[in-house]
């Protein structure tokens, strides 16, 4: 009898300090950011339904709304902000959109000309799971994989990331295309056809044999070789020079690696993760509030824009990599960017009646487009860490 009790006492205690644990994750004030984004989420309702218009940016030069079709890479996270405000906030209207913006993206199922294929279906349906059990979404998420599986060469061991510039690359792979790879993982398990997780492994390994350089940054983009199988080039696309380490691809790769653990299990992937983001998290050159400049060598740093989106790319990535390694540094570099970016240096004001959350994302370098915007994907990666953290504090 004494040993019982000693036991419920012991527990007792136990519980009351893994509360005192849960409190750690709620210093978000979930009220406040609850009433600084209820605005912002409610000019996403106001936006009208059209198949050919998913809002991708907006540029505060010219005051207009960039809209896209589905083809468009950045489709499936402006279907999959409403799911997630839905998660957030359990309000049914974002629910029914978030169902028709998916919809529209469904025949992106056949578009094997990209690679963005999980950004487009597992962002929109992937997200569609998680709310409801729905066997079409089960459906056109294997199907997807299926057709981004035809861009993978087994020779190479990597998916082919991008149909532009044959006369120059033979076989791009870019480090973006590690968020593809959950799509497949997902349609392994959904499926029980294990060829989906093989592409997906090897491609993760190939990557990582040779993506990375030794200070754990990584390249842009790779060039392969389609008869040797080995890269040719090491270059940017999106970045200031070959060998800059571009903000956001730093966060592809984070965010990607973390993914591939979660599925595996195995440590080398964590430790790839790991590694790319003490690059990130310890740079010299990171702002005090968490938000990197576009580019982490860029010659002109101080006086180039930020970019929100890495920021969020790695916020989220790494509140998962804090419940795999318990490192306090990566939930807290989470938190610090949730906190800097519900200020009004960041967050749209009121009265700007546009269906987006964040300002200053910076997009396309290389095009010299969407420098400094609101961008559709800045907002999904931040709506996905303030949705980890919740669930941080279930555990
Ligand atoms: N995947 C394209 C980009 O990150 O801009």
């Known amino acids: 009898m004494f040993r019982v009790s000693f036991l419920f006492i012991i527990l ?41 218009a998913f809002a991708r940016s907006y540029s505060t030069e010219t005051k207009t709304i960039n809209k896209r079709p589905s083809k468009d ?13 839905y998660m957030l906030t359990g309000n049914k209207a974002f629910k029914e959109r978030a ?56 020779h190479i061991q990597s998916i082919r990331s991008w149909d532009f510039n044959k006369d120059k690359w033979q076989f791009p792979v870019i480090i973006d295309n590690m968020m593809n790879l959950e799509l497949l993982f997902e349609a392994a398990k959904i499926s029980g056809d294990s060829t989906f997780y093989s592409i997906a492994v090897n491609h993760a390994n190939t990557t990582m044999k040779n993506h990375f350089r030794k200070d754990h940054s990584t390249w842009h983009v790779l060039d392969y070789d389609t008869i040797s199988g080995q890269v040719r ?37 964590l430790d790839r993760a ?35 989106s890495a920021a969020t790319v790695v916020a989220s990535g790494l509140v998962e990599l804090y419940q795999y390694t318990k490192n306090e540094a990566y939930l807290n570099y989470s938190k610090k960017v949730v906190n800097s970016l519900k200020s009004t240096n960041y967050i749209l ?31 999904y990666y931040f709506l996905q860490t303030l949705l980890r953290l919740r669930d941080l504090e279930k555990l």
């Open 12 to 52: 007792g205690f136990a519980c009351v300090s893994c509360k005192s644990e849960d409190k750690k994750y709620t210093d978000l004030s979930k009220l406040e950011i609850d009433a600084l984004l209820n605005a912002r989420y409610s000019q996403l309702l106001d936006y009208g339904v059209d198949s050919m």
């Open 73 to 85: 890479w950045t489709s499936g996270f402006f279907a999959g902000n409403f799911w997630q405000i």
């Open 99 to 154: 169902k028709i913006w998916t919809a529209f993206v469904e025949k992106e199922k056949f578009n094997g000309g990209t690679h963005d294929m999980g950004f487009k279906i597992f962002c929109s349906f992937g997200n569609g799971l998680t709310v409801e059990d729905n066997q079409d979404y089960r459906d056109i998420i294997v199907k997807s994989a299926r057709t981004l599986s035809t861009r993978y060469n087994p």
């Open 233 to 269: 080039d090491r270059v940017t696309h999106q970045g200031i020079n070959d060998d800059s380490a571009w903000a956001r691809g730093q966060g592809w790769a984070i965010n990607g690696y973390t993914t591939v653990y979660r599925y595996t299990k195995d440590k080398k992937y």
């Open 274 to 308: 790991i590694n790319t983001a003490d690059f990130f998290i310890n740079h010299k050159d990171l702002p005090e509030d968490g938000i990197p400049y576009w580019d982490f060598s860029h010659p002109d740093i101080p006086n180039i824009p930020r970019d929100v």
């Open 349 to 379: 004001p009121k009265d700007l009646n546009i269906p987006f959350i964040l300002n200053h994302s910076f997009g396309d370098w290389s095009k010299r487009h969407e420098m400094d915007e609101p961008i559709v994907y800045g907002d």
